[in-house]
């Protein structure tokens, strides 16, 4: 249903929602000004209608509006196989980052797998990853300086985590990390769905001089639960199909955007 041939007020709530609901899953994001405006009802009928998407658990509401919702946490290998193609794509890209003698830390993301099942043995790189299944496509792939950051292994994420790991992360200080995201926002930053894969991720974030993430196009404009870090620490966000309007945000954040 078009909302230029209907009055947004003479809809039932539901296909008010149904409305908004569709343009922050096209936009990753909604204002309720803007939205306001654009429907010529007051922000006090948006906001009603945001809440109870929120309540259902379809968006997150923030200040000023609503964020497309992260992806819900799944095993490893159905993460794996969502966004397949797309996540080898953005991993072949971000070879491009890469410089001969660098130390890489990778952390347990099905996306950094896929990096590490592209790395390049001529680069002479030393490679750090709490991920049993990352250290094993390295190797595979000619990797010889490896590092398998130990601790007790997290059956959802494949990857070591707890007290163990976080020191060991601590005594490292790779030239590059590759963080994997379940959500990025402007405002909230790189989050992630689970607790203890965010005190892996803040301490990779700490011990790292240099920040990037391959996020597809359905990790943009959202968030999750636990914060890892704010969007001025990211340096590289290599990721696919951001509109120009999303890509100025990050840039103008000091993220430098990189389009597969």
């Known amino acids: 249903m078009s909302s230029a041939s209907v009055s947004y007020d003479d809809l039932i709530p539901a ?8 343009c922050v899953e096209r936009d990753g994001r909604i204002a309720s000004v803007q939205a306001a405006a654009q ?6 009928t948006i906001r009603r209608d ?31 196989a969502r966004n ?34 592209a790395l390049p043995a001529d680069l002479e790189l030393i490679v750090a990853t709490p991920s049993p299944d990352i250290a094993v496509a390295a190797l595979d792939r000619g990797i010889s300086d490896l590092v398998l950051i130990g601790g007790k292994i997290d059956a959802r994420s494949r990857g070591a985590g707890g007290a163990g790991a976080l020191e060991q992360i601590g005594r490292i200080r790779p030239d ?8 990025i926002d402007v405002a909230a930053g790189v989050t992630v769905i689970e607790y203890e894969d965010a005190c892996v991720k803040r301490a990779m974030v700490a ?4 920040i990037a993430v391959l996020a597809t196009a ?14 001025d620490r990211l340096d590289d966000l290599v990721t696919e ?6 890509r100025q945000r990050y840039a103008a954040a000091g993220v430098e955007v990189h389009l597969v």
């Open 218 to 231: 359905d990790k943009l404009d959202a968030r999750a639960s636990f914060a890892v870090a704010p969007l």
């Open 50 to 80: 945001l809440r109870d998407l929120a309540d259902a658990g379809l968006l997150d509401r923030v200040h000023g509006g609503a964020l497309r919702k992260a992806p819900a946490s799944h095993p490893f290998e159905t993460r794996l």
């Open 241 to 246: 199909n951001l509109p120009d309007a999303a």
């Open 39 to 44: 429907f010529g009802v007051s922000e006090d």
């Open 84 to 117: 397949h193609e797309e996540k080898k794509r953005l991993a072949v890209y971000a070879l491009r980052l890469l410089r001969k003698g660098m130390t890489l830390m990778l952390d347990q993301s099905t996306s950094n797998l896929m990096l590490a099942r």
């Open 15 to 22: 296909e008010r929602q149904r409305l908004l609901l569709a």
């Open 207 to 210: 011990a790292a001089a240099r």
């Open 176 to 183: 590059l990390c590759f963080l994997g995201a379940c959500a």
